[in-house]
């Protein structure tokens, strides 16, 4: 009995030993990877933690992929992401007028670029816009350049209205529709500025903006699809009977249908925030976010004499606005409390990156020596290059006609 209880023991210690030994020898650069991509594991009680992808599709349908990722998704929205789920590729972002768009379309233009993915461009005639699809309808075969041979569309961040349907007709099954959304009172001094819309600026007197404000409807029908009237709504294709009964039941229902149809909402407010999300999302590497601000422009309040309580009346008029202001916020905000304590850390190192990429850009004359990146909890080693800083500085439309001299070999349509 003592000689078995001996050997027990015995194995015991050895089985102890090798257990010891498993746990232990994982390599720096495999608990470094986890930790890049957000995941939590044997914290606390052991108790695994979901990355941002698991969270927020657990949410969704999840569509089946066709052509990246190691294993199906399922079509139940009761089960999460395979932790193999590589970087997504499949983007249809909503270019929303007037709220950061062109900065966020510039680093989905670099992603596809460097790639090789293929942008959805708009079919171009003469003397028009060659990074606008449409500000009145979404996609269609009459206002996009065909599929090339043997390719499929993988990225859409041209200005276009959204329809599920048809942003679903020429995108893959699993692709990712990525929003954006700006305080709406800045959004319309930022309109005002930039598209100096005529049913105000018609209005004859020192102080137009707030004429109009006090009686918005004597110069716009509630149901006008111009700029002057919750335009962000009108991109995210509320109904059209909402803006006239202002339905706040109605507008809740679009609210919570846009919320299964959109994985992310971008916060112009919350930019750096709102891409740190994204980033982790579709799993991209750190470098594919960085960004330098497009198509700026600062708030020129000596063109326009607001009077207090302007906001208050804007408030009003631009209410379907609001609501989807707010409720794209709260969403985000929620989103970011999902992720724990590493995404604030993951957020400060980006801000910082930001910065010495910054001062590395804005050399005169910029050096031909990349800025080194050292290898980071949330990155590999990379390298900031001379052409990375004048891509990240691009216009749009000199960057869409470069995409499209690549992928059609011309720049303009002449018909």
């Known amino acids: 009995m003592k000689t078995l209880r001996f050997y027990a023991c015995a194995g015991l210690a050895v089985l102890s030993v090798c257990i010891f030994s498993v746990i232990f020898y994982i390599h720096p650069n495999t608990i470094r ?17 979901k990355s941002l992808s698991n969270a927020i599709f657990d949410r969704y349908d999840a569509r089946e992929t066709k052509s990246f990722t190691t294993s199906s998704y399922s079509h139940s929205s009761n089960q999460s ?5 590589k970087e997504r590729r499949h983007i249809a972002f909503l270019k ?36 606008v699809i449409s500000v009145s309808t979404s996609v269609t075969k009459q206002n996009i350049l065909p599929v090339p041979e043997g390719r499929f569309y993988e990225i859409l961040c041209c200005h276009v209205i959204y329809n599920r349907d048809a942003f679903a007709r020429i995108m893959p099954a699993d692709t ?25 600026f018609k209005i004859n007197t020192s102080d137009p903006v707030s004429v109009f404000l006090q009686n918005p409807t004597n110069y716009v029908k509630r149901t006008s699809q111009g700029f002057a009237n919750n335009r962000m709504a009108i991109e995210f294709d509320f109904p059209a009977e909402l803006f006239e009964t202002r339905d706040k039941g109605g507008i809740e229902r679009y609210l919570h249908k846009l919320e299964s149809e959109f994985q992310l909402v971008l916060i112009v407010e919350l930019f750096d925030e709102s891409l740190v999300l994204m980033r982790r999302l579709l799993n991209w590497e750190m470098k594919d976010i960085l960004y330098v601000k497009l198509n700026s422009r600062r708030q020129l309040f000596d063109r326009i004499n607001f009077k207090p309580g302007d906001v208050q009346l804007y408030k009003r008029w631009g209410e379907i606005d609001y609501a989807l202001y707010d409720f794209f916020y709260r969403r985000l905000q ?10 604030h850390e993951e957020l400060l190192y980006f ?5 010495d990429m910054q001062i590395y850009c804005e050399k005169k004359p910029l050096s031909n ?10 990155s590999d080693a990379f390298e900031i290059t001379k052409e990375d800083c004048s891509y990240m500085r691009k216009g749009e439309i000199p960057f869409i006609r470069e995409i499209r ?11």
């Open 81 to 85: 992401l395979s932790l193999t789920t």
């Open 176 to 200: 990712v529709n990525i929003g954006i959304v700006r305080d709406p009172f800045e959004h319309f001094i930022s309109t005002l500025n930039y598209m100096r819309p005529h049913e105000v």
């Open 334 to 343: 929620a989103q970011i409390q999902e992720q724990g304590p590493t995404f």
């Open 33 to 49: 990877s986890l930790t890049r991509h957000g995941e939590a594991i044997l914290r606390g009680n052991s108790v695994y933690k």
């Open 405 to 415: 001299m690549q992928q059609y070999g011309f720049y303009n349509d002449t018909f």
């Open 96 to 131: 929303v007028h007037k709220a950061a768009s062109s900065t966020a379309q510039n680093i989905f233009l670099r992603f596809a670029q460097s790639r090789d993915l293929l942008v959805v461009l708009p079919l171009v005639p003469k003397f028009f816009y060659p990074n």
């Open 351 to 355: 801000r910082r990156l930001r910065q």
């Open 369 to 378: 020596v990349p800025y080194h990146v050292t290898a980071s909890s949330w």
